[in-house]
């Protein structure tokens, strides 16, 4: 959902022909012999883990080197045609061959919050199999200093890494469930109710759970609710390992962040045991690093570096779901989730391979494993060929596209020395993207059992050239796993009746008392004149090209008559956040420009506001005309993706409705739903505020979505 400019696709890559054409030569060399390898990174050392954390140094210090930078990246790459599919769908079948039960490691209980064993020479060298436990890998041979390996696009003067690995051939059983969830879901009658819910009495049958860490409560900026006490005895369980790169409260940048974490605890309350993996950024806040649990750790070779790597996983629970972080300081140490192609694919490549080999390392095997947007895009195409014969590759997989603009595309020598993935996953039907690049989110569609997308309209539109970002083919020739669910919003975050952000908490019966009241406080916040009869509008937003800011620039003039304020609140793209500043200074108490990223502002603005502007060009699903419905304020959107299926025009002579919508991309019709809906603010206040209300009592919750994820993982697992 929300992938950031820095990973914007095409026109971001950037390769050194010459360079990248030879490394690729040599690649398939490579690849040859590796497919069948098992490179299933296991290793454990139980002298490492129980040493006691002082005498641990940091593995950035000693195991981390600072990556390098692929040499093929200083140079534009030109654009190529997309290549049309040939290729069937590699997607392979879940093994039935028998598994054998893996014997648990003893999990270390003490807490660490920094992961700093040092690791012996010695271990890097091959591993003679250990009796107990998950077999690990054979490490391949000596590891060479970072600086002399060469980057992939000089690959082709490296001696080639032999690896030789041992299988891992333990498997945890997955959990037999005779019947189908028939549970219909519970209708919301107000959606602002504060709703007392008992706490969920969520089993966790993973060893490590309940072995190791103790629960660990909420942050307090999220509103703290006991969760429904659901009758659960009848729901089918599964268990669901989610990978993905941000998840609030620990880092957030978007809409991503907010999936990650209301569809495991909704999953949770409907009988699903969910872990979720995660990078441990340097950035995540240090209340949540420290009452982080050590897990565990171990070494991993990766790709074609020849070196083996540290895995570090500390561990987080939280509402029955359990929070590991993959810890890595050479890979996660920046300050943001992403910063740039040139490190991030190679930071992604290192997160899919290890989050699946902490699953084995940690012996929690799920039915499920749920991979989010491209950072994850490989973990399918890892299930089914480097860990296809480990524990974790009898998982199905399923792959959610949360903004099918960001891919992940980066030219094939590189991709293929980070990932180390065999020469067959390199072809058009999979990863290769164009002529020399390889698509991470493409190979990660091929490889799934199911894709889904946040929003039925938007799984259509995909499959089109104008929304397609070039994969329009691809998506349409895997058309029959593809799936729209659209997303909700988390009750216990969002939620005006005790939102501790407020100036004043409401529900449905006092929304339209205390709304104004909200609307006042935020014109005080802002600078902006203090009236509650100016129609204020709200624009909560990443600033960048997808969500309609040119259109919204173009129509400011027209739309400050006197009687409107705008708030703004977001960053990006330069452009806009400079133009916005421009209108801050040019509307002076009417327009208020905030460029910054303030989740408690963005709380009040859709309390304060009585209408949220979300012009997108395209919009996945979209939350914030969600949060907006459910804080009463009404949506003015476009007719697109999720926007299209949340928001019900508002009809003028039935009264039906959820908010103003618009069709085409234009600003003459952007400015006619605006007019739209002051018209019926200043003339038709009793309407409007029967909208207001219908709006906050809908169901935006994630209790529908959360089933129908959980019959696609039925569907997947029918034992
Ligand atoms: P996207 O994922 O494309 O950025 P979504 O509408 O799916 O857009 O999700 C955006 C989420 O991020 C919403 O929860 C919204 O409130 C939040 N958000 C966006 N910009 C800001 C900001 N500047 N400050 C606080 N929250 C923001």
Known sequence: MAQRKAHSTRKKRVAKKPAAQAAQKKAPVAAASAPVVETTPVVENPKTVETPVEVKTAPVEKTAPVVEKPQAVEKPVEE?????????????????AEVKPVEEKPAPVEKKTTPVVEKPKAEEKPVEEKPASVEKKAAPVAEKPAEEKPAPAAKKTRATTKKTATKAKAAAEPEAEATKSAKP???????????????PVVENPAPVAEETTPVVEEPASVVEEAAPMYDMSNLPRRSIAFIGSECHPFVKTGGLGDVMYALPRQLARLNCDVRVILPRYACIPQKYQDQMVYRGEFYMDLGHTGRNYYVGIMEYICDGVVYDFIDNQEFFSSGNPYTNLVDDIPKYCFFSKAALAALNYMNWIPDIVHCHDWQAGLVPVYLRTLFKDSPVGHARSILTIHNLRFQGIYNIPTIQYWSGLPGEVFQMGALKDGYQDANMLKGGIAYADRVTTVSGTYAGEIQTAEYGEHLEGHLRYHSGKLRGIVNGIDYDMWNPATDPA????????NVLDHKMENKLALQQELGLEQNTDKFVIGLISRLTNQKGLDLVSTVIPQVMDGNTQVVVLGTGDKEYEDTFRYYENAYRGSFAACIQYDEARAHRIYAGADALLVPS????????????MHYGTLPIVRETGGLKDTVEPYNTFTGDGNGFTFNRYDAGLLLDAINRAKTEYFTNRYHWDEVVQRDMAKDVSWENSARQYKDLYLELTQW
């Open 80 to 96: 190529k045609p997309a290549l049309v599919e040939k290729k069937a769908a590699p997607v392979v079948e879940k093994p039935k």
């Open 185 to 199: 879901a519970a209708k919301k009658a107000t959606a602002s109710k504060s709703k007392a819910k008992p706490a």
């Open 502 to 509: 407020l100036a004043v908490n409401y529900d449905l019966g």
């Open 617 to 628: 060009r395209f919009e996945p699903c979209g939350l914030t005309q969600l949060n907006a």
